[in-house]
């Protein structure tokens, strides 16, 4: 994974989804983000969430249970 930070992750997202709440979402990916360092699991299959597809989501899931993709050396997580 390639690390973000909260605010470039945010704007890049804005960019490309029209229709997103820039000050709820950073709420979201900090909330995400936190729950992730606190040991968050992902519900299906117990591996660390991925923050920032569980701060869109709005469900604590891990990289793959979001995407059905095991290979995530070319995405995105916030740090």
Do not use: H
Request: proline share 3%.
């Amino acid at each position: 994974m390639e690390p973000i930070t909260v605010e470039k992750y945010a704007d890049m997202v804005m960019q490309n989804n029209k229709g997103y709440n820039r000050a709820d979402l950073v709420k979201s990916l900090r909330a995400a983000l936190a729950a992730k360092r606190n040991g968050a699991k992902c519900m299906i299959c117990g591996q660390p969430i991925w923050a920032a597809g569980s701060a869109i989501t709005g469900e604590n899931l891990c990289f793959t249970c979001t995407t059905g993709e095991a290979e995530d050396s070319e995405d995105y997580e916030i740090v």
